[in-house]
Antibody
Framework: QVHLQESGPGLVKPSQTLSLTCTVS???????????WSWIRQHPGKGLEWIGY???????YYNPSLKSRVVMSVDTSKNQFSLKLSSVTAADTAVYYC???????????WGQGTLVTVSS | EIVMTQSPATLSVSPGERTTLSCRAS??????LAWYQQKPGQAPRLLIF???TRATGIPARFSGSGSGTDFTLTISSLQSEDIAVYYC?????????FGGGTKLEIK
């Protein structure tokens, strides 16, 4: 059973960089050619927005709507992957989820989510 | 970007009722569709992938159908624990996109 856990600051100041890490347990992040490690966010009371994914080799793809501000990275030695979102504003306040995306198209494992508030 | 539209936004249902939720894609996505259930304060849970395949451990009362642009999630006999928000998601094209959700309420 794969388990994902997000960690990082719950409060970020406007114009700064939001940084989150997802720790994966129950399986190696580098195992399974069909696993893509993703970030998804949910604005308060709203729907889901896919941010992007990173593969264990470091390959990545970001949502064009956020691409200019997003960087994802992976650390296979720690079984972790990370998200950095720069120049944040109040519009980036959301619950951020990490999830495993399978090549077949579905997100089968999710973290519990972490609320990040952008405020001075 | 493929836009996913779900209807209705809110649905009031009684326990035991058959419930149908709809999802429409802005272009043909074949069967590249998944459904998720989200309860308050929880992460989404995968219910259905490939439009009609139940994920591991999902009760048989949940079924999915459709292809192309129109899809349906059916709950054959609603249980109280099924009260949640349901989202569809397409994976035909990048970026992956979700519908706005349908919230099930108790009538």
């Amino acid at each position: 059973q794969v388990h994902l856990q997000e960690s990082g600051p719950g409060l970020v100041k406007p114009s700064q960089t939001l940084s989150l890490t997802c720790t994966v347990s129950g399986g190696a992040i580098s195992s399974g050619d069909d696993s893509y490690w993703s970030w998804i966010r949910q604005h308060p009371g709203k729907g889901l927005e896919w941010i992007g994914y990173i593969y264990h080799t470091g390959g990545s793809y970001y949502n064009p709507s956020l691409k200019s501000r997003v960087v994802m990275s992976v650390d296979t030695s720690k079984n972790q992957f990370s998200l950095k979102l720069s120049s944040v504003t109040a519009a980036d306040t959301a619950v951020y989820y990490c999830a495993r995306y399978l090549h077949d198209g579905s997100f089968d494992y999710w973290g519990q989510g972490t609320l990040v508030t952008v405020s001075s | 970007e493929i836009v996913m539209t779900q209807s209705p936004a809110t649905l009031s249902v009684s326990p035991g009722e058959r419930t149908t939720l709809s999802c429409r894609a802005s272009q043909n996505i074949g069967s590249n569709l998944a459904w998720y259930q989200q309860k308050p304060g929880q992460a989404p849970r995968l219910l259905i992938f490939a439009a009609s395949t139940r994920a591991t451990g999902i009760p048989a009362r949940f079924s999915g159908s459709g292809s192309g642009t129109d899809f349906t999630l059916t709950i054959s006999s609603l249980q109280s624990e099924d009260i949640a928000v349901y989202y569809c998601q397409q994976y035909k094209n990048w970026p992956l996109t979700f519908g706005g959700g349908t919230k099930l309420e108790i009538k």
